[in-house]
Structure formats: structure tokens, C-alpha cells
């Protein structure tokens, strides 16, 4: 019997050598962090805030192979002992999908009043701010000025070929929004219409955003739709590329913008720094900070420089509903299986 | 079995250890589920319908899961027979090379041959053929079957290993070498070989990374996107029961005959390849078993080679390798602490099942874990274990020690259980009677006798959990990134050379463990022959 102890006392005396390493920061203030927003832009903004305030930031990123979801599953899997004081998503449906699941904590924080009056929950849910827009990326090698989509519907035109156009898979990410933001713009008929005629032309489903740009930028495809910040990172690095902006026309529907969400989660273990954290996200400087880093395309508010482009500031926006958005994302994720996993 | 009744079943006490920390997250999940559907609250349930689509879906993917099977047993024995026919001299560690790269993640396979087509392509297209659009059904069957190949390799080599020399060598009096190679050869490594194959359709089931990245619908693919538009993991495991049944069922079949692996080399009982079919290969199998090795050098070259040129220079890989060092060191310390952790539970469980009775249920009991796949397993653990009680365990890195443990100690427990019926009795015995206490028998009779098993044991997890990427980010605490969930990240941004130098790390990494732990076998090997 005294090995048996012996063996089970070496199992205590690993984890709690865990636990004591995991365990020390917290007898100093600290926060924890899920966030959705790339790690190369989030992360900096994290250490510039521990500098800041002092508040140690204790954060997880998502990955693009948990197709930017996992977070947000996860925190409705940690529910009955939530470990995330805040969530810091790169998008809007998943956090609205928390608030309905009864999993958010009602924050007003004081800086929302700087912000539109649409990128703050009636009730205090949470706050959007900043944004990126979808986007054509071309290959300016492939096609000429003139021959340039202008249109997200020009992608059904009978002027390309579909297999010289790439789209992520719309049943994940901004591209499963996307779907659920044109549902809820167009009706369900005419956007269930636009996505089968983009089945039966053959363009390119791909496995994400990213391979969109790589694809488009290597030369494979000729353009293809993906958001502002993976568009300009291949820009930046001065691949044959140009960013066309959809749908800009007089009457043009204007293309989605989709804001970054911040929110305090229900019954977190640190409140207090939380809030901190939601105020520090949501001041001009911070937005400044994400605009200059590359991350917000789009900035929420007038005295915020733009970025890359600077044009992007006067871009035109799908007049859109966020919680309406989020309510046809079942239906617009359901369709999108059928006609693309398939 | 007396080395049980007298020494191990004091471990036993460990099997509920093994039990809570591998069949934990299956019994919450499943308890929920079962919540869920009698209380109505998982809500429509017409999206969980198995319709004509996902029928479909799912009969491609069993397609695409047969075909890498397939071509894994054949590809797996040419190769096998090669190992088997060249196991002395310098072409003997091509077996160690081959079995070192069951242990390299699919990722870093498919980012290679995407690499080595790009580079092929302008050769292509300079001699006027078209350039090679490398998405579909064919380069994800490739890259998969790439990925697999080592484990229906080493299956098949272990089967070939179990055929009796002197049965070839009398046949041989009555039929032809090509005759005896197809009737008494085949039929005796048929089992192992089929047991690799089952082992290859059960990762190809699982597997949508691959497939989604070579733009292939898969119906793992089809569950997971069910379960990231609703958050909620009842409805999804529902669906997924079929396919958790199959895999189940495949896993029963199949368990047993892994449990008759040897890890030690070899064990004297076997004289190995028959010595006529050694000097007078036919023809025929003499083609194949070098086409097989051929295939295997293309699978350990490609990535290697490409991830060489894609790092670019040493300056790169040192930089990134020193930015990574957090990264490093979580996930060397985690994937130690998981490889110690099984070897006691293991052997608790190889214990229980080498014990008299109800030997069929127990295997049944201790692969379930196995029909898990990794992010299901992950949901599963973040329900069972994230409760105020056990916070310290949670929110530290030992929850991902404990999630690594409960998907890789299976395979731990089947190492112990072969290493355990390795052991001569008499011997335990002996140390039994003699040795001054129950520690003394262990430390220099029972201990020693399973070190080959051991090592074996604990290289495989730690590199196993070295590439866990599925489980691992739905539980890992918040700062403890572990390298393979950097790399998930930086592939996101296409820096391409970051990838690459942390993908060459991790190679060398797992190359450098395995090949101690292969040097550690065969000298523990020696030492048991002396």
C-alpha cells in the first residue's frame, strides 16, 4: 500500500506544481482576455495595457482552425464556472449569440456615449467599435483596371469564370456572417438565389479568409471576397494586388462592415478589472492604435485617422441590424450547409 | 498471470484514476445530451436529421477514408516488407526513420506538399504541360495517406514479424517463393495489417482539416460547422453517435490485435525473415518492397526538404525559435507531465485487462476514449472538469495535461499491457520470493523487465501530445499557448518562414526524443539479451 500512496502522492505533487504556477499571478490584479482578434494586433494592445494600469492580462486567442468559433464555444462550455472576464470578439454574432445564452454581464461603459448610437447594445450588453469591411482583393497582374469587379453580384456575372474567383467557406467566420448579413438585407429568397447561383457557377470554396488572399495574390485565382485586414496584409507586402470596396455606386447596397464586440462575461472571476479593460478597448486612442496597426479599417469614430487607406473612412456600409443579423444566422448557416458542405 | 495476482493488482488502484481522467468528458457529454433531448431543450431538432445530403456526405467520406485505408495496407506491407527483409546492417534505422514520422501532425505534411507542388508547378509548365491544381479528392487522399502511411508501415512490419520462418521455408519445398509469399506470408501479417488499416479509416473519419484545406466536404466538416453556429455541443454529438458507433465497433475489432505488439525488438522467439526468402527474394516482391520504400522516402523527404528551403536561413529559424521559447517550454513541460502521468494509470489499466474475465468488455472500456475526436474531447473536459472545486487544476496548464493524457493514455495502456504479457513469471517470481520488499521487486525485476514498454510508452505520448492542437485550444488556460497552437496562429498570416521554422522545429524536436528513446530501447533490449 505504501507504493500505491507513493505513486498517487508523485501525481499530487505534479499538479500542484501546476496549480502553483498557474495560480501565483493571482494575488496581483489581472484580467482575463478571450479574444478572437489576431494575435499580432491583439497582443501588443495587451502589453501596452498591462504597462498602462498595471492590471496583469492574462489572455487566449482563437485560431483560424477552430475557424475563429472556438472562443466563444468555449466560454458556453465554461458557463457554470465562467474563467473569461471578458470577451474581444473581431466580429458581432457570436457575442450577440453569448447575450442571448444569457452569458454576458450588462456594462454602459462611459466611453460608448463617443460612439454611433447602432454600435451599442440597448441594453448594455455589450459595445461594437472600429471595423473591417469585406472586400474584393484582385490580382492586378490577371485583370485589368476595367475589368474589375465593382459589384458583389458581379461575381454571378457571366463576365468571369468561376473558377477564377475564391470565397471562404460561408458557413464560418465573417463569411458565415456575411451570408446572414445578406439574409437579413436582401430577404432570405434573393440572397438563398445570389448563393446558389454562386454554387452553380463553381467558384472556389476555400478554407478560409486568408487562403482567399494567398490564393488571389499567388496568382491562382483572379479576385476573390475577403476582409480589409487580410486584403491589405498582402498589399503591404507588395504583392500584385488591389483592394476594390463592393458596392459603392449611388445605388449601391454598400458592403458589410463588421465591427469589433467587447463584453464583461456573467459572473466572471474579476469584475472590477474587467470593466477597466472594456474602457481602455473603447477609448480613441486604443481605436487610433488598432487602426494604425492594421486591424480597424473602418474607424467608429470621426477624430480617428484613417488607415492604410484613408479612404476607407468614407466607405459605405449595408444599412444593417446586428441582432437582426445574428437572428438569420441559423437560417442563412443552414442554407449555406446544404448548398456548399456538400 | 502470477506476476499480476502478486504484484501488479496493487496498481490497480490507479484504474480509477485512468478511468475519471479518459472517460470523463465522454460520460458528460453523453449525460448532458440525454438531458438535453428528454427535457426538449435542444430545441429543432430537424437540423440533427440524418437528410439525403448528409448521407451522401457521409458515404464520400467513408469513400475518401477507405481509399487512404486501402492504399495504406498496400502501401504499408511494400513497405513493411522492405523494413523486414533489411533489418541488419545500416539500412536497419530506415525502420526507426519511417516509425519517427508517425509522430509528425498532418499539418506540417499538408503545408509541404502544398509547398512542393508551388515549386514544382513552373518546372511543369516550363515543358508545356499544365500546372497542377493541387485541390480535391486526390491531394487530400495524398497528404492524408502521407500523414498515416508510418502507422499501416509499422503495423505491417509487426505482422510480418509474427510469421513463422520455418512454415515459409517447408512450403517453399512444395510451391513456388511468389506462391508462399501470397499463402503463408500474407494470411499470417493479415491481422496487424488490417489493424493498421482500421487505425488509418478511423484518423481519415475524424479528419476535416485536410480535406477543408484541399476544398474536399467532409462529414466531420458538415458536424463541426453545426456545432460553430449554435454553441452548443448536445445537438452535434447527437449527430455524431452513428459515426462514433462505427469508430467504436472498428476500435473493439481491432484493440486486440495491437495489444500483441511487441515494443522491445526483438524478442528472441522469432527467427525473422525466412532465410531462403531472405537470399532469394522473387522478383516481383523484391519491386514492390523497394516501390514501398520509395513511397516511404517520399513521405519523410518532402516535408523535411520543403521546410528546409521555406525557413530560408538559420538566422530565421534561430530568431523564431528564440521568439518562441514561452511556446517551447509549455508545451515540452506539458508533453513531459502527460507521458509521465499515463505510464502509472496505463499500466493500472493494462493490468485490469491482463487479469482473468471479461477480457473482451475491458478493451471495449479502455479504447473508448479513442472514438473521441480531439474537439469534442476538449468540449467534454471543459464541462466535466471547469468546476469551482477543482480551479486549481483548470486554470492551469495541468487541464491540458489532463486532456492529453485522457486522448493518448489508450494508446500508453495497450504499450503496457503488450510489455506486461512480455514478462517472463518465473522471473517475477523469483524477485517475489527473494527480493526484500514489494519496491525491491519492482525497482530491480518488474521495472527493468518493462522499460522497453516504458520508454516506448512515454515517447509516444509526449510527442503525441507535442502535436495536439484539437483538444488542447478548447482548454488551454489563458497565457500557456503551446507551440502547435502558435503555429494554428501563424498560419492564419501566411508568414510562411515563421511557420516553417517552428514546423522544422517541432520535426527535430520529436526526431531527436524519438531517436533517444529508440537508442534507449535497444539498449534496454541488449541488456535483457545478455
Known amino acids: 500500500m505504501k507504493r500505491v500512496v507513493s505513486i498517487l502522492a508523485l501525481i499530487f505533487v505534479i499538479f500542484t506544481f501546476f496549480s502553483l504556477t498557474a495560480c501565483s499571478p493571482a494575488k496581483n490584479r489581472q484580467v482575463v482576455v478571450y479574444t478572437s482578434v489576431d494575435q499580432v494586433f491583439s497582443e501588443p494592445l495587451l502589453k501596452q495595457f498591462e504597462k498602462d494600469t498595471g492590471i496583469k492580462v492574462l489572455p487566449l486567442y482563437d485560431t483560424e482552425a477552430t475557424k475563429t468559433t472556438g472562443l466563444a464555444n468555449r466560454i458556453v462550455a465554461e458557463k457554470s464556472n465562467p474563467r473569461a472576464d471578458v470577451f474581444w470578439n473581431g466580429e458581432f454574432t457570436q457575442t450577440i449569440m453569448l447575450k442571448e445564452k444569457g452569458l454576458l454581464k450588462a456594462y454602459n461603459s462611459p466611453r460608448a456615449k463617443e460612439l454611433p448610437p447602432n454600435f451599442v447594445d440597448s441594453e448594455g450588453y455589450w459595445t461594437a467599435f472600429g471595423g473591417r469591411a469585406r472586400v474584393f482583393i484582385i490580382n492586378t497582374d490577371m485583370l485589368s483596371k ?47 438565389d445570389f448563393f446558389n447561383k454562386i454554387k452553380k457557377k463553381g467558384i472556389q470554396i476555400v478554407d478560409g479568409n486568408s487562403v482567399v488572399r494567398d490564393l488571389v495574390a499567388d496568382g491562382k485565382l ?79 469614430r470621426q477624430s480617428v485617422k484613417g488607415g492604410f487607406y484613408s479612404e476607407f473612412k468614407k466607405i459605405k456600409g449595408m444599412e444593417i441590424d446586428f441582432n437582426k443579423v445574428y437572428l438569420e444566422m441559423k437560417a442563412s448557416t443552414k442554407d449555406m450547409q446544404e448548398i456548399f458542405v456538400r | 498471470m502470477r506476476f499480476f495476482r502478486y504484484g501488479c493488482k496493487r496498481i490497480n488502484v490507479l484504474l480509477p484514476v485512468y478511468l475519471a481522467i479518459t472517460m470523463s468528458p465522454l460520460l458528460f457529454l453523453s449525460i448532458e445530451s440525454a438531458k438535453s433531448l428528454i427535457s426538449g431543450s435542444i430545441g429543432d431538432l430537424s437540423g440533427l436529421v440524418l437528410s439525403y445530403r448528409r448521407l451522401i456526405l457521409l458515404g464520400e467520406s467513408i469513400v475518401l477514408a477507405l481509399s487512404v485505408s486501402l492504399a495504406g495496407m498496400v502501401f504499408g506491407t511494400m513497405g513493411g516488407l522492405f523494413l523486414w527483409k533489411y533489418e541488419k546492417g545500416v539500412l536497419k534505422y530506415l525502420r526507426w526513420l519511417v516509425m519517427l514520422f508517425i509522430l509528425i501532425p498532418p499539418y506540417i505534411h499538408a503545408q509541404s506538399w502544398i509547398l512542393a507542388i508551388d515549386r514544382l508547378n513552373p518546372l511543369v509548365t ?62 499470417q501479417a493479415a491481422s496487424h495489417i488490417f489493424a493498421g488499416g482500421s487505425l488509418l479509416f478511423i484518423l481519415s473519419l475524424s479528419d476535416y482539416s485536410i480535406p477543408s484545406l484541399f476544398r474536399v466536404n467532409v462529414f466531420s466538416l458538415d458536424i463541426f460547422a453545426e456545432y460553430s453556429s449554435s454553441g452548443d455541443f448536445t445537438g452535434p454529438f447527437l449527430l455524431s453517435v452513428p459515426y462514433l458507433a462505427v469508430t467504436f465497433l472498428l476500435l473493439s475489432a481491432i484493440y486486440p490485435h495491437l495489444a500483441k505488439l511487441e515494443w522491445n525488438g526483438s524478442s528472441g522467439k522469432r527467427a525473422g525473415m525466412s532465410l531462403v526468402f531472405r537470399k532469394d527474394t522473387p522478383v516481383i516482391v523484391s519491386i514492390v518492397m523497394f516501390l514501398g520504400m520509395g513511397v516511404l522516402l517520399v513521405q519523410i523527404f518532402v516535408p523535411i526538404i520543403n521546410l528546409i528551403i521555406e525557413t530560408g536561413s538559420l538566422k530565421t529559424f534561430m530568431t523564431v525559435v528564440a521568439q518562441s521559447r514561452n511556446e517551447i517550454y509549455n508545451s515540452l513541460s506539458v508533453s513531459f507531465f502527460a507521458a509521465l502521468i499515463c505510464m502509472p494509470i496505463s499500466i493500472a489499466a493494462a493490468s485490469g485487462i491482463a487479469s482473468n474475465g471479461m477480457g473482451k468488455l475491458k478493451w471495449l472500456f479502455v479504447s473508448l476514449p479513442l472514438v473521441m475526436p480531439a474537439s469534442l474531447m476538449g468540449i467534454g473536459a471543459a464541462a466535466a472538469w471547469n468546476r469551482p472545486v477543482l480551479s486549481a487544476l483548470y486554470g492551469s496548464a495541468a487541464i491540458v495535461v489532463v486532456v492529453a493524457a485522457a486522448r493518448f493514455a489508450p494508446f500508453s495502456a495497450v504499450i503496457m499491457y503488450s510489455g506486461i504479457k512480455s514478462i517472463e513469471p518465473a522471473l517475477t517470481d523469483v524477485t517475489r520470493i527473494y527480493g526484500k520488499s514489494l519496491l525491491d521487486s519492482w525497482v530491480r525485476a518488474r521495472l527493468p523487465l518493462m522499460l522497453p514498454s516504458l520508454l516506448a510508452s512515454f515517447f509516444i505520448v509526449f510527442a503525441l501530445t507535442a502535436g495536439e492542437l484539437g483538444a488542447t485550444l478548447i482548454v488551454s488556460p489563458p497565457g500557456k499557448s503551446t507551440l502547435t497552437l502558435k503555429i494554428y496562429n501563424y498560419l492564419h498570416y501566411g508568414a510562411t518562414d515563421v511557420v516553417s521554422s517552428l514546423c522544422l522545429f517541432v520535426t527535430i524536436l520529436l526526431l531527436l526524443s524519438g531517436t533517444l528513446a529508440a537508442a534507449a530501447l535497444s539498449f534496454s533490449s541488449k541488456l535483457r539479451n545478455l
Open chain 1, 146 to 192: 476595367e475589368e474589375y469587379p465593382q459589384s458583389l453580384f458581379d461575381m454571378v456575372d457571366d463576365r468571369y469564370q468561376g473558377s477564377d474567383i475564391g470565397l471562404s467557406y460561408p458557413v464560418f467566420g465573417t463569411s458565415a456572417t456575411h451570408s446572414a448579413a445578406l439574409y437579413s438585407f436582401l430577404g432570405n429568397e434573393k440572397a438563398l
Open chain 1, 222 to 300: 483572379k479576385f476573390g471576397i475577403t476582409d480589409t485586414d487580410d486584403a491589405l496584409s498582402a498589399v503591404k507586402k507588395g504583392k500584385p494586388v488591389e483592394v476594390v470596396i463592393p458596392d459603392q455606386g449611388e445605388n449601391g447596397q454598400g458592403t458589410l462592415i463588421i465591427p469589433n464586440t467587447v463584453a464583461v462575461i456573467s459572473g466572471c472571476p474579476n469584475p472590477d478589472e474587467a470593466k477597466v479593460f472594456i474602457d481602455y478597448i473603447l477609448s480613441a486612442e486604443t481605436e487610433q492604435y488598432l487602426v494604425d496597426a492594421g486591424w480597424i479599417d473602418i474607424p467608429s
Open chain 2, 126 to 187: 516550363a515543358i508545356g504541360l499544365p500546372a497542377m491544381d493541387f485541390n480535391g479528392y486526390i491531394p487530400s487522399w495524398l497528404v492524408q495517406l502521407m500523414s498515416f502511411l508510418p502507422i499501416s508501415t509499422g503495423l505491417a512490419l509487426a505482422g510480418l514479424k509474427t510469421v513463422d520462418p520455418d512454415t515459409v521455408d517447408a512450403s517453399i519445398l512444395d510451391t513456388s517463393l511468389g506462391k508462399a509469399f501470397i499463402r503463408i506470408v500474407l494470411p
